[in-house]
């Protein structure tokens, strides 16, 4: 395939479990594909689950696979770190402004670790939401795709520069690598740019920044996580406490129009998910959900039937509406249990928000064409050669993002045939 | 348990008329339960309050103490996520509360919509003109006069001493409206606090307080606390409130001592000292309370209104006239009351007369819509703070019984 002549070619934008989904599926079929994503690394969000739906498998499982298909067509090219500068041209041919960030480190690399050993500086890793330090000169996960390094170089001292530098033995340092702008021509864009957690610092009832006892539901997967800061043991940030007590606070940010109006879908399901994480460690922990209501469509509704029966879980009908922090570490959950007409000031060790999933594409996403739903997702419109896929389009699980995305490839691969 | 839910239509057609047309956007999360400073953990709301709207339940929402607790000061609308404004819908159901209580129904049902504002001005206006032309005052005195007598003689005058014609006139239009208005409190809080007792579930009390021990143990208590506005203090979002509303509150005080002086020493002391009769000193103490309440009074009802125009025009609160009537009859209870005061200081009767009529209007206004609009509240949110009291004492909750 040439880099830019694309009769055909596919632009997939994300590549977390829908970009790749898409990508592979264009490409499987014999259009040229084109993969980008702005992290240094593919897997996206479900990389940094501890485990995913349905089938409850740790990331490594679905996507190392889709890695080894990727690696093995030589129809899809993959640009991490690469961001899109500007759309223009219409179904069939569009014209790509791509713009790739320097990372510092080239192909050379081997992954051998040794610039990371040597760096003196360190960032707090974004992997795993700021909870532990790492080097600045870093590989960003276990399984990261591609297997190349990192160099935060704004972070670094210059000996510490220079120290990354020397160490490397591949001559895969490049201290003055600058960003790269390409444009590429393609027939369609598959937009798979996924979701970001929803800002807890914006829920100011819910006083997040006020104790590290209160975390977010993805951070939680970093702390059940084996490849996690706490090596999988979940323990309370700050103090590393084994939590004897947890609460869930359900729509945190979502189905609120002061935040997002939408309902993220999967936060209900990803509590349980996490009970399960929580019951393996703690069998006899109290757990306390705090909910508007459970939404645990279709098969998931057993799943649920499961915990429901546990007695050391106690459902509570009512939103969490205040937190307050406590002096031993812990903090106290304020809602009213609409059930009983009283409120409960519940008290535990750790506060799991359920945040929900905000797209990522933002504003942005109108400089490039695309038109935005009132929730900020992309709305699927094959007939101007733009298709949303996954979590881009709406709030969804990993299950459904296979569908959608695969959706997306079908209409994809019939423009400008 | 299941409930037979029987909706009442007009009852939601009243809330929305009121103010609460974001009732049904209501999805029960109790955000509102927790943001709301006044709930208690044993007795929440207003999240039960909502869902008992929705429901069209008027029987139990009109007994509910907490339909009046509620100081409307929007921190759980602020905090809504589903927009819902469940302080304006308090407020809603409040208004359709005073109706409800509210004796003759005819007036009560009038004091609802700005549709009826030709009438409602109209009534005390024509009142007062008719009585005007009645007693024969109708003429407008000399200057020199003016500055003597001032308003005293608006009715006009006769020698006999023991009711001044003045009095007799300004006593029938005010007394009767007062009537009507402490007749009607009467009834609808009589007919509120039945239906509160009745909400408890309790049976019959074997005891009742005396109704000494009643205002020295729950009504006097709920006045200090309305007094010093410590509710009102805890809200948080609209603080400005009690910035205007505190100058407001102590201003009525502040009035009625005046009111009941300038009575005792005109009507009363006067009958033996006819020099009593007209216009206070501008030295006497209590003239000087007079001007400092009116100026609170205006400055009080300033902020209120400000307030409130700035929170409709941010969409936090609904316009509505059960809101705005009562900013507007305080107000102009206070404009020209002042105005009247000023023009007679300058000297000009003409002007000063046709102003001192509007006072009267607007002071009549005010006496006689008080038990139907939102000026209820100083009776009903006091006595279901007394019953608050009520409800935690002895008296309901047997102690020998827990």
Known sequence: MSDTAGNGAVLVVGGGISGLTAALEAAEVGKDVFLIDKNPYFGGRVAQLNQYFPKLCPPTCGLEINFKRIKDNRRIRTYSMTTVKSVSGGPGNFQVELETAPRYINSNCTACGACSEACSSEIDDPFNFGMRKIKAAYLPHEMAFPRRYVLDKQACSDESLSAVKGACKYDAVDLDMQPEVFTLNVSAIVWSTGWNPYDPEKLENLKFSSSSAIITNMMMERLAADNGPTAGKILRPGDDKEPESFAFVQCAGSRDENHMEHCSYICCMATFKQISYIRAQYPEAKIYVFYIDLRTPGKYESFRAKFMDDENIIFIKGKVADIVAENDGGVTVVAEDTLTAKKVNQKVDLCVLATGMQPAIGEQGKAYGLTLDGNGFVVSEPEKGMISAGCAKAAVDVYSSGQSSTAAALKAIQIGR | ?402
């Not at chain 2, 006044?38 to 139990?60: T, Y």
């Open chain 2, 1 to 402: 348990m299941s409930m037979n839910v029987q909706p009442d239509l007009n009852f939601i057609k009243a809330m929305k008329e009121a103010g609460g047309d974001t009732l049904k956007q209501c999805y029960q999360c109790a955000t509102c339960s927790v943001a709301c400073p006044l709930s208690e953990d044993g007795n929440p709301f207003p999240r039960r309050e909502m869902i008992l709207a929705q429901w069209g339940m008027k029987d139990k929402l009109i007994a509910d103490p907490n339909v009046f607790l509620c100081h409307q000061c929007g921190d759980c609308t602020e905090m809504c996520p589903r927009g819902a404004k469940p302080g304006d819908v308090l407020g809603a159901i409040r208004a359709y509360a005073y109706q409800h209580y509210g004796w003759p129904s005819g007036l009560a049902k009038l004091c609802t919509s700005a549709k009826n504002l030709p009438m409602l001005i109209g009534i005390p206006a024509l009142t007062i003109f008719m009585l005007w032309i009645i007693s024969g005052g109708m003429h407008i005195p000399s200057g020199e006069k003016f500055a003597h007598v001032g308003y005293t003689q608006f009715f006009g005058h006769w020698d006999w001493r023991l009711l001044a014609k003045n009095v007799l006139f300004i006593d029938l239009i005010m007394l009767t409206s007062v009537g009507i208005a402490v007749y009607s409190v009467y009834k609808g809080l009589s007919a509120m606090w039945t239906k509160m007792e009745e909400s408890l579930g309790t049976t019959e009390a074997p005891y009742r307080p005396s109704i000494p021990t009643f205002i020295k143990d729950f009504l006097y208590p709920a006045l200090k606390e309305i007094l010093e506005h410590r509710r009102f203090k805890e809200c948080t979002v609209n603080a400005d409130r009690v910035r205007g509303h505190l100058p407001l509150l102590l201003s009525f005080v502040g009035l009625f001592i005046v009111t009941c002086y300038s009575l005792f020493t005109q009507d009363v002391i006067g009958i033996f000292i006819p020099s009593m009769h007209g216009p206070i000193s501008m030295w006497n103490p209590v003239k000087l309370l007079a001007n400092v309440s009116a100026i609170a009074l205006l400055v009080g009802i300033g902020i209120l209104w400000m307030n409130r125009a700035k929170m409709e025009a941010a969409g936090k609160a609904t316009n509505t006239f059960y809101d705005w009537f009562l900013i507007w009859m305080i107000a102009g209870v206070g404009v020209t009351g002042l105005a009247a005061e000023l023009l007679r200081l300058l000297g000009i009767p003409s002007l000063g007369y046709v102003v001192y009529y509007l006072h009267l209007v607007s002071v009549m206004m005010l006496f006689l819509y008080m038990p139907f609009t939102k000026f209820a509240h100083i009776v009903y949110r006091t006595f279901a703070m007394a019953f608050e009291r009520y409800r935690d004492s002895a008296y309901v909750k047997n102690p020998l019984n827990q």
